[in-house]
Structure formats: structure tokens, C-alpha cells
């Protein structure tokens, strides 16, 4: 094995006993990419199989979403721009949203009790028990799809891993938007 070849661990052959030492490898440059993508697909799959199934009624996916966001907040309320931090739309078609649950009686807004210029969405007892219903609907096809798939270790890992990335971010500097003429000046 030459001196720049690996073993599948990571390891190099030392020259004077044979063993492998662990070094460092390289950084591959394309891994954060490939696990990104492996993430997102694997979600996209996920999410089309559980927006396919017939649990949501009378909601949509993003409806119980909110509902269900809402259920895990303290006091089950949330300022509309907390609530947009977990989810995936602009804040004004989920203001929209949120309009449409709180004609439906499932969602109320009440003012904070820390400031009264500020407003909480809040879970309605009809809002709290429809999220419930769904809730334990879409655990069973959790745990249809996800449980064949991994194993109980594997299961705690990618919790882990995905809580650890999450959680990463509030640290980690905003990068600044690329434009054209940046990509320009870096080609020159």
C-alpha cells in the first residue's frame, strides 16, 4: 500500500510495524452535498408517502403542521414569526393560514402576557383534540415507513445527527447571497 493509499477505515500502514495508524482524510469536498441531498430525498419520499395517506381530513399536511407546532410550544402558543422559524413558507401565506384555522375554530389569538403589543396564536380545545386525532394516525404511518427501514440504533443516530445540524445553525454565519457579478470576479 503506498503511502497515500487508505485503508476502508481511514487508516494508513505504518512503515516500520505494518499496523494501520488512523490519520486524517482528506476532506471530501462533495460529502456535505451528498448527505444533504441523501437527507432531502429521503424526506421528499417520506413526505410523499404520508401526504398520500388518508389521515389528514379536514386538514392539509401544512395545516396540521402548524397545529402540531402549536401543540409543542409553551402554553401552546407562538408569536406568528415564531411559528414561521419551523416552517416552510412565507410568513404571509402562513399568516393566511392561520387566518383560515382560526375562522375553522382551531386556532385563537390572544394577546402576551409580557407584551401587549404582541399577539399568540394558540390551540383551540377543538384545534388541540383535531391535532391530537391526526397525531396518532400519522405516528402508525411513521412508524410503517421509518421502523423497517433502521434499526433502534440507527433510529437514535439520525435523531441525533438531524438535532445536532439543526442546532448547529444558530451558530454557524449566515452566508452572503452569491450574485453574478461575485461568480464573475471569482472566475477572473
Not at 34 to 50: G, I, N
Not at 140 to 147: F, G, M, P, T
Request: aromatic share 4%; glycine share 4%; charged share 25%.
Amino acid at each position: 500500500m503506498s503511502a497515500d493509499v487508505l485503508s476502508p477505515a481511514g487508516e494508513r500502514p505504518q512503515a516500520s510495524t505494518g499496523r494501520h495508524a488512523t490519520v486524517a482524510a482528506a476532506p471530501d469536498s462533495h460529502v456535505a452535498a451528498r448527505s444533504w441531498e441523501a437527507l432531502f430525498r429521503a424526506q421528499v419520499t417520506l413526505m410523499r408517502r404520508f401526504a398520500a395517506e388518508d389521515v389528514w381530513a379536514p386538514l392539509t399536511v401544512r395545516e396540521y403542521d402548524v397545529l402540531f407546532t402549536l401543540s409543542r410550544a409553551p402554553e401552546h402558543g407562538l408569536r406568528l414569526h415564531e411559528l414561521n422559524e419551523d416552517m416552510l413558507l412565507s410568513q404571509p401565506s402562513l399568516s393566511r393560514m392561520v387566518d383560515r384555522l382560526e375562522a375553522h375554530g382551531l386556532v385563537s389569538r390572544r394577546p402576551s402576557v409580557g407584551d401587549r403589543r404582541g399577539l399568540l396564536i394558540v390551540l383551540t380545545p377543538q384545534g388541540a383534540q383535531l391535532q391530537k386525532s391526526i397525531g396518532r394516525k400519522h405516528v402508525e404511518s411513521i412508524r410503517a415507513y421509518v421502523e423497517p427501514a433502521l434499526t433502534l440504533e440507527e433510529l437514535r443516530t439520525l435523531e441525533h445527527l438531524c438535532t445536532k445540524l439543526r442546532s448547529a445553525q444558530t451558530t454557524i454565519a449566515t452566508r452572503t447571497p452569491h450574485t453574478p457579478a461575485q461568480a464573475e470576479e471569482r472566475a477572473s
